[in-house]
């Protein structure tokens, strides 16, 4: 069976475990929540125009020994060959919880749509999380390493990290998200590897959650 599939649905078992009361929420948080965010993106050497902006919904668990996390996307952003473009996509990421730290991974999936040409991509990644807080702020910091997958037109892999801050028990701002790419020219891999850089920030805003419970 495919890999992706296979931790899709192994994340969709611990979700209906963990929703079944298996665990409590840390931080006093809802052990559920969905949240609407919007972002801005600039990169360089990535090929598009800077700034891009992104709208998405994203899901939330966070049970006591287990943190998922879900979203869907839509975002602007022409690529400079072409004048005009947008993707959309979506990521699933789900994490095991070890006292304050995260381990585990997910997969992305992305597709780029403009006047000339289409292009769709599935990555999985490796990564893990510390959580803190910022006075009273509940707040985790992530480390992903971000796989080739199915990218065979660039080859795109790299590291990305992502802090994130609960200002207030329904707002949260994502003050940084820096990724840094390897991939190389489209179909041309003998001509060597390239890099590139992402940087994103953003604020995200809960539209519904959970019966919030008291962690540890």
């Not at 078992?13 to 052990?31: E, K, R, T």
């Amino acid at each position: 069976m495919d890999p992706t599939k296979v931790f899709v649905l192994a994340s969709l078992i611990l979700v209906s475990n963990a929703l079944h009361g298996q665990g409590q929420s840390v931080f006093g948080q809802a052990p559920f929540q969905i949240r609407t965010e919007i972002g801005i993106r600039f990169n360089q050497n990535l090929g598009y125009e800077n700034p891009e902006l992104t709208f998405a919904v994203t899901p939330e668990l966070n049970a006591k020994k287990l943190y998922v996390r879900g979203s869907a996307f839509y975002r602007t952003g022409n690529k400079l060959q072409t004048g005009n473009g947008y993707s959309t996509g979506g990521d699933l990421e789900a994490y095991f919880r070890v006292k304050r730290l995260l381990f585990g991974g997910g997969v992305t999936r992305g597709n780029l749509v403009t006047s000339q040409f289409q292009k769709g991509t599935t990555h999985p990644l490796i990564g893990g999380a510390v959580e803190f807080r910022v006075g009273k702020h509940p707040s985790r910091i992530f480390a992903q390493y971000l796989l080739r997958g199915s990218d065979d037109t660039n080859g795109l892999q790299g590291v990305r990290t992502r802090l994130e801050v609960d200002v207030h028990r329904r707002i949260r701002i994502a003050p940084y998200n820096l990724g840094v790419y390897r991939f190389f020219p489209s179909n041309a891999p003998q001509l060597g590897t390239r890099t590139g850089y992402s940087f994103s920030a953003g604020v995200s805003y809960v539209l519904w959650s959970g019966k919030e419970r008291t962690g540890n």
